[in-house]
């Protein structure tokens, strides 16, 4: 999230406490207020001894009292100094309990449609490698939105790894380090014809799946081949307005996906939308090609294809696409847990060549946590 909240957070003054003995009450000069739990502050405590130098747990929950609670606590200098009933002393930051506050504040997600092909989320190549902001506004477009172009990649083989490696780590699979996505005689996947492929994310049939994948244009001198890129948490969010029951029965039952070649035989069984533990949209699996034969009840098998067919007329919605051409040396990422790609039908004639790659979100997330901590 952009740094500024943050700072804001961080710069509202912590104006009094009270020990409630099982909680602790906290007013900012914001207006933000607290009630936090005698337990989670005693398992919180940041003092020498409850951790280690590196940050890390000394204790288990076991080791605290269950009847734990404070028996003083003051506010001095934007920082609360408090006892507890077992003796222990510790003094909390102001401003990591104005962050850390209770119920936890999450910010609003930015959902995208066609609109955002009107002023589409572009970087420079030359500019992320060498300008720490323009690789943290980079990083940080991926992560809101879960897709950004970046402009300048030599037209290289395999220099789409030189671009996972500029915040992460390369997620080998069987397709190897990266793939060459280009007709082939005897393809053993639909991605090596020419045919087009509607939106879906990739490697369904992966536990767990890859989070990123980088594709990265070295010729397009084909017809057709436009990609196309939608915001399957938009697309969800959409159904759950159209049709909640349909929500719920995708939501609520998994189905199978596989992959099979002569060197490999891939199956995972997975939702096509997760919910995270506040009932958001956390996770879109969506692969017309390697979706397997369902294994539902009987009983539900008709209401479940009725909402799979309206999801997939959903992500189908102009509304929804972005479409672009991809030039030589252009390369997208998509969060492949958000959002869904796929690319129009190629010309027969005239040669395209892609390459591809998978990374993994967490390497991406901390990379900008390093560049937003550092700028
Ligand atoms: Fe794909």
Redesign the pocket.
């Known amino acids: 999230m952009p740094a500024p909240a943050r700072s804001l957070r961080d710069a509202a003054l912590l104006l009094a406490v009270q020990n409630r003995a099982a909680s602790l009450a906290l007013a900012w000069s914001d207006g933000a207020t607290a009630e936090l739990p005698a337990i989670w502050l005693r398992d919180n405590s940041p003092a020498p001894g409850a951790r280690h130098a590196n940050g890390q747990k000394l204790f288990d929950i076991t080791d605290i009292d269950p009847t734990i609670h404070i028996v003083a606590a003051a506010a001095q200098g934007g920082r609360v100094a408090m006892t507890f009933s077992d003796g222990h002393e510790v003094e909390f930051e102001g401003a990591w309990l104005h962050r850390h506050a209770l119920p936890r504040r999450v910010p609003p997600r930015r959902l995208w449609g066609a609109d955002l092909g009107r002023n589409l989320p572009a970087h420079e190549h030359v500019a992320v490698v060498s300008d720490a902001a323009a690789r943290r506004a980079w990083l940080a477009d991926i992560a809101e939105l879960g897709f950004a172009l970046l402009r300048g990649v030599p037209v290289e083989s395999g220099a789409l790894l030189g671009v996972a490696e500029l915040f992460g780590h390369v997620r080998e699979t069987n397709y190897g380090r990266f793939f060459e996505v280009r007709s082939e005689p005897d393809p053993i996947n639909l991605?090596y014809t020419p045919m087009g492929?509607s939106v879906?994310t990739?490697n369904p049939y992966r536990d767990p799946v890859p989070g990123l994948?980088l594709l990265h244009c070295l010729v397009a001198e084909s017809d057709g081949g436009e990609s196309v890129v939608v915001d399957g948490f938009r697309a969800a969010q959409m159904l759950a307005a159209e049709s909640g029951s349909d929500f719920d029965l995708l939501t609520r039952h998994a189905v199978p996906f596989r992959f099979a070649s002569a060197d490999a035989v891939l199956e995972a069984r997975a939702r096509l939308i997760t919910l995270d533990d506040r009932g958001e949209v956390a996770e879109i699996r969506f692969n017309n090609r390697s979706i397997a034969a369902f294994d539902l009840d009987v009983a539900v098998m008709g209401a479940f294809y009725a909402a799979y067919r309206r999801f997939a007329e959903i992500l189908r919605r102009p509304a929804l696409e972005v479409a672009f051409r991809l030039a030589p040396g252009e390369l997208f990422i998509v969060d492949n847990r958000r959002v869904l790609?796929?690319r129009r039908a190629i010309a027969a004639s005239g040669w395209r060549h892609l390459q591809?790659c998978y990374a993994d979100m967490d390497g991406l997330r901390s990379t900008l946590s390093l560049l937003e901590r550092d700028a």
């Open positions: 991605a492929l879906h990739d994948q790609h796929g591809g």
